[in-house]
């Protein structure tokens, strides 16, 4: 198989807090992990991809000491939304890559920015 | 970049009928195709995809094309039933690994 999860599914918070986001291969080891943010009724837009080991590379318009990534190992990486907003709340997923093309996509995060 | 269209945003059909979505690429260097499904609040689940040296590709009742000289390929699902109502997702990947989306086309099968 090839399943990712995310952690947490959901997570409400106050304006001008921090929030992480776990995302994990469970069943194989990623090469490259991705993250996306995807607005209600519209597509999938990537934010940024990361490698075990090295700094994340971020996508054109999305701010990276805002949206910070870690990706301390082949399973695991980590978005964390700083100073978080309102226009911050998103269905944030991410997704995990075996090495070839195909990404295996998390569940999925709901982030509720009060 | 990768430039992907997809048509149409939404389809209705009947029980028992079958969907067809269409996409086009800009990037002649694209080389994977990947369809998603996406139902309500959850990630995108990978139904089928296609390779640049293939074209055509099936599984059950679903099937795949691809014409890489117009640049465009489909989705075909035959037989609809209930459960194939969700958001479906075509991509394109150049060599870089990133996967550039359709807009996606909302699918509600008819009881």
């Known amino acids: 198989g090839a399943v990712v999860s995310q952690h947490p599914s959901w997570v409400i918070c106050k304006s001008g807090t921090s929030v992480k986001i776990e995302c994990r291969s469970l069943d194989f080891q990623a090469t490259t992990m991705f993250w996306y943010r995807q607005f209600p009724k519209q597509s999938l837009m990537l934010m940024a991809t990361?490698?075990?080991?090295?700094?994340?590379?971020?996508e054109q318009g999305v701010e990276k000491d805002k949206f910070l990534i870690n990706h301390a190992s082949l399973t695991l990486s980590t978005l964390t939304v700083t100073s978080a907003h309102p226009e911050d709340s998103s269905f944030y997923i991410c997704s995990a890559s075996k090495g070839r093309d195909e990404q295996f996509f998390g569940p999925g995060t709901r982030l509720t920015v009060l | 970049g990768e430039n992907v269209e997809q048509h149409p945003s939404t389809l209705s059909v009947q029980e028992g009928d079958s969907a067809v979505i269409k996409c086009t690429y800009s990037d002649s260097a694209s080389n994977y195709f990947p369809w998603y499904k996406q139902e309500l609040g959850k990630g995108p689940q990978l139904i089928i995809d296609?390779?640049?040296?293939?074209g055509e590709k099936k599984d059950q009742r679903i099937a795949v094309t691809l014409n890489k000289t117009a640049k465009h390929f489909s989705l075909h699902i035959t037989e609809t039933q209930p459960e194939d109502s969700a958001v479906y997702f075509c991509a394109a990947s150049p060599n870089d690994y990133k996967l550039s989306f359709g807009a996606g086309t909302t699918v509600t099968v008819r009881a």
């Open positions: 296609i390779r640049s040296n293939v």
């Open positions: 990361s490698n075990e080991g090295s700094k994340a590379t971020y």
